[in-house]
Structure formats: C-alpha cells, structure tokens
T-cell receptor, first 117, second 113 residues
Framework: GAVVSQHPSRVICKSGTSVKIECRSL??????MFWYRQFPKQSLMLMAT?????????EQGVEKDKFLINHASLTLSTLTVTSAHPEDSSFYIC?????????????FGNGTRLTVT | AQSVTQLDSHVSVSEGTPVLLRCNYS??????LFWYVQHPNKGLQLLLK??????LVKGINGFEAEFKKSETSFHLTKPSAHMSDAAEYFC???????????FGTGTRLTIIP
C-alpha cells in the first residue's frame, strides 16, 4: 500500500539552529502534502498545506518565516524549522494523498520528534 | 465550519470485553468521517472511514463505526478488546471532499489484562 516516509524520526538541536524534516511519498505522487504539529497528549493541529511547485498555505497563527515549507517535487515536501527555540519542541507529522487513486485516504508519516535544547 | 468532539479522554476496558469510543461531529456540509489510531511516537493509521455510503462502516482489526446523522455521532466499537488495541484514537472530520482534516482531541484506550 501507499507509504509516507518521514525523516528523521527524532532530532535534537540547540536553540538558534535550523532543522529540516523530510516527507516523502514512496510509491505515489502527491501534489499536496500536509504538515501537522502535535503537542504532548494533545491532538494534531494543521500547520500548513504544501503545494507542489507553488507556495504553501499556512494556517492562522503559524509563522511562515519560521516554518519554511518547500514542495519541489511530486514526492517530496520539506519543513524547515528556522532559529528553533525550546517552545518549538513538538511532534511533527506529515500526510499525503495518492492523487492517482480515487477516494484514496490520507496517509501519514511516522512523525518527527523535535527537541530543542 | 467543521468540528469533532471526543467525549472521553481516557477509556479503560478489560481484555476480551467490548470497546466503545464516542465521537460527535459538527459539519455544514456532507461530512466524511474517519477514525485513526496512533501508537506511541508513531504516525497515524487509518482504521475506517465514512464517505456517504453505508452508515455502518467496518474497518481493520475488528473495529467498526456507525454514522448516525440524527445524533451527529460516529462512535467506534469493537466486540472484544485485545492488548494490542491500547493506543490513542482520533475521530476526524472533513467537509465536502475538502482535504483539510479536523481532529478530535483523542481518546486514550487502555486495556486491562
């Protein structure tokens, strides 16, 4: 079945540095991918919609200059957390839909746990 | 606007007994409804989905859910709980073919041996 691969699964970085998270659709093409953030013991909150070949669409309250999204190909979207701070520590999850399969559900990656020290 | 309310933040059941996880939704259009499961530090796995076909939806691992429009509910059930069912469960809604999902706050299911 369709698989979404997210890398890295865990990352620890120091305050002020930037971290890049990759989301790949392994056996299907996705013109749209979604990035979510999940705080401990809370639900997923949509951060932004990543659009292949164009600018991402950010949800209200999400800083686009802090969370840079690039969707350069039909199988890869990246989320870069710039100038990370401890409050950015969270679990980040991406999802994508197989555009070529009718009524295909969203497939989720296994998430990336970011810890900023 | 769409929203979901998961009525229980934590449910505990004994192994072999039935599971009921409750979800109510609000939607302005014909909703699609989903249940996802999340194991610790993992992504989400789709259990089942409702997209305006049969109101009783069967999913993986013996789970099923019934769409009740009159009650705006989409409760998740399983006849007999297994230890491997222990996880976080999310009820999710999207409207009118919109890919934007709205997640409930989740229900943590604990299975007592």
């Amino acid at each position: 079945g369709a698989v979404v691969s997210q890398h890295p699964s865990r990352v620890i970085c120091k305050s002020g540095t930037s971290v890049k998270i990759e989301c790949r659709s392994l056996d299907f093409q996705a013109t749209t991918m979604f990035w979510y953030r999940q705080f401990p013991k809370q639900s997923l909150m949509l951060m932004a919609t990543s659009n292949e070949g164009s600018k991402a669409t950010y949800e209200q309250g999400v800083e686009k200059d802090k969370f840079l999204i690039n969707h350069a190909s039909l199988t890869l979207s990246t989320l870069t957390v710039t100038s990370a701070h401890p409050e950015d520590s969270s679990f980040y999850i991406c999802s994508a839909r197989d555009q070529g399969t009718r009524n295909s559900p969203l497939h989720f990656g296994n998430g990336t746990r970011l810890t900023v020290t | 606007a769409q929203s979901v309310t998961q009525l229980d933040s934590h449910v505990s059941v004994s192994e072999g007994t039935p599971v009921l996880l409750r979800c109510n939704y609000s939607s302005s259009y014909s909703p699609s409804l989903f249940w996802y499961v999340q194991h610790p530090n993992k992504g989400l796995q789709l259990l089942l989905k409702y997209t305006s076909a049969a109101t009783l939806v069967k999913g993986i691992n013996g789970f099923e859910a019934e769409f009740k429009k009159s009650e705006t509910s989409f409760h998740l059930t399983k006849p007999s709980a297994h230890m491997s069912d222990a996880a976080e469960y999310f009820c999710v809604v999207s409207e009118g073919g919109n890919e934007k999902l709205t997640f409930g706050t989740g229900t943590r299911l604990t299975i007592i041996p």
